[in-house]
T-cell receptor
Framework: SAVISQKPSRDICQRGTSLTIQCQVDSQVTMMFWYRQQPGQSLTLIATANQGSEATYESGFVIDKFPISRPNLTFSTLTVSNMSPEDSSIYLC????????????FGDGTRLSIL | AQSVSQHNHHVILSEAASLELGCNYSYGGTVNLFWYVQYPGQHLQLLLKYFSGDPLVKGIKGFEAEFIKSKFSFNLRKPSVQWSDTAEYFCAVNSNTGGFKTIFGAGTRLFVKA
């Protein structure tokens, strides 16, 4: 099992600004991911955070908009850049401790509102 | 394209009623299947999983799910729901050959009336 701490838990931001979300896992993990959950919708994978190298982004997501860092095995950040109201969402950090047949663990999420 | 479909977006049941939530997937290769639950104000947590063996999987809190390969389905069931089962339920799939990327269904909001 793993405990995933995300901060901030929520924020209200102005249009055009950027916010960095931090994710800390209490044990060493195989993989770390960032998801977005827009109101009334499911989880959409933004990217896989790779340790020491550039993240792997899913279709529709780009590094300039969502830069991700993962300096070590247990910590990652996601920045939401140049925010617009369409970026209002819950952003979730997730970690995998074993192979793909193991469940992912999730943080509590960051609820982001853009004015 | 890989996808997961959950048939019901909102379900309302009375306590003691039986529950079945549908999940179908479109995914090549050998799959791993999961049901996650998100209780109000809490983070996602695993309800049960299937990756091999007995296709009838039992999870926490009396939930079970059956993998039917020919139907590409992994439906979630519970014989008698409780008010505390009120939550959102997500079906999720990944593949041993598809790396570690997990795809989630749209979710089903279950409300159980006391």
């Amino acid at each position: 099992s793993a405990v995933i701490s995300q901060k901030p838990s929520r924020d209200i931001c102005q249009r055009g600004t950027s916010l960095t979300i931090q994710c800390q896992v209490d044990s060493q993990v195989t993989m770390m991911f960032w998801y977005r959950q827009q109101p009334g919708q499911s989880l959409t994978l933004i990217a896989t955070a790779n340790q020491g190298s550039e993240a792997t982004y899913e279709s529709g997501f780009v590094i300039d908009k969502f830069p991700i860092s993962r300096p070590n095995l247990t910590f990652s950040t996601l920045t939401v850049s140049n925010m617009s109201p369409e970026d209002s969402s819950i952003y979730l950090c997730s970690a995998l401790l074993g192979g793909s047949n193991q469940p992912q663990h999730f943080g509590d999420g960051t609820r982001l509102s853009i004015l | 394209a890989q996808s997961v479909s959950q048939h019901n977006h909102h379900v309302i049941l009375s306590e003691a009623a039986s529950l079945e939530l549908g999940c179908n997937y479109s995914y090549g290769g050998t799959v791993n299947l999961f049901w996650y639950v998100q209780y109000p104000g809490q983070h996602l947590q695993l309800l049960l999983k299937y990756f091999s063996g007995d296709p009838l999987v039992k999870g926490i809190k009396g939930f079970e799910a059956e993998f039917i390969k020919s139907k590409f389905s992994f439906n979630l069931r519970k014989p008698s729901v409780q008010w505390s089962d009120t939550a959102e339920y997500f079906c999720a799939v990944n593949s041993n050959t598809g790396g570690f990327k997990t795809i989630f269904g749209a979710g089903t909001r279950l409300f159980v009336k006391a």
